[in-house]
């Protein structure tokens, strides 16, 4: 954990306060422990001044709390009172240190990705992406028209595509027609574009590169599609503001190097 103010937030975003509005004294309650409670509200408010709160009280939590990254996901755990946290947790900065820590463990697993394996889309020299995709994932879908558009007004990317082949049943089989396909970048486009084909493709080197990719997508702790890798950070889902920034951030400025 990040030090006392975080703990503060995480436990009032996930657990159920057991106390009304105010902090003074219940009728059975130590005086200890009610002290300790309104010196606590006290310094919420003073150290996140814009938070609004309604209520305020202890949580069902006790002892030290710790992190641990499970699928590329950071959750929290308190052994003493056998509790677990998932969300995010913020410093008095505005800082979101959970999501701090998931992009640090993503630079480490990006070790376990092998470039040269990938289904490469898009031209050499434009700003790389790893994505890892599912070809009955509507989000996937929604992306590959979304790239299609950046293309068009001339802001193309480079994809290097792996294939998430256990959450859909008939994905690691489009996912091995695409790649067994005479023209694997235009079978893409055309399958997340929602052509049906009438028959798939087979190969050994589309079913063999289907399975690296799921061996990958394990040690990756991937669990959900589409997952990008851009400079280095992960992004969940298709977060279509995340990447217009990050284009924006790659366009040569004008007057200026490209």
């Known amino acids: 954990m990040r030090g006392a103010r975080s703990l503060c937030c995480a436990a009032l975003a996930f657990a159920h306060p057991a106390y009304a509005q105010s902090a003074a004294p219940a009728r059975n309650e130590p005086a200890p422990l009610a002290d300790a409670a309104a010196k606590a509200e006290q310094e919420l408010r003073q150290t996140f001044t814009n938070l609004q709160f309604e209520e305020f009280g202890p ?5 030290a709390i710790y992190q641990a990254v499970a699928g590329g996901r950071v959750i929290y755990f308190a052994p003493e009172s056998q509790h677990i946290l998932f969300g995010a947790i913020y ?32 031209p050499e020299g434009a700003p790389k992406v790893i994505e890892f995709t599912d070809p009955d994932c509507p989000y996937c879908q929604a992306l590959e028209r979304f790239w299609l558009v950046k293309a068009a007004e001339g802001k193309p990317v480079q994809r290097l595509v792996y294939f998430v082949s256990g959450i859909h049943p008939d994905a690691a089989a489009k996912a091995e027609h695409i ?35 799921a061996q990958t997508v ?8 589409p997952t990008l890798f851009i400079d280095g950070k992960l992004i969940s889902g298709f977060q279509q503001a995340e990447l217009e920034a990050f284009l924006q951030a790659k366009q040569p400025v004008p007057g200026g190097s490209p």
């Open 59 to 63: 949580a069902p939590l006790h002892g």
């Open 218 to 225: 394990r040690k990756m702790g991937i669990s959900g599609t």
């Open 179 to 213: 790649l067994c396909s005479p023209d694997p970048q235009a079978t893409f486009k055309a399958v997340y574009g929602g052509a049906k084909p009438g028959s798939l493709h087979k190969c050994k080197a589309g079913a063999d590169k289907v399975a690296r990719d």
């Open 91 to 122: 410093d008095k900065n505005g800082v979101n240190v959970t999501a701090m820590t998931q992009e640090a463990s993503a630079r480490k697993r990006l070790g376990a990705i092998n470039p040269a394996d990938a289904l490469v889309i898009g």
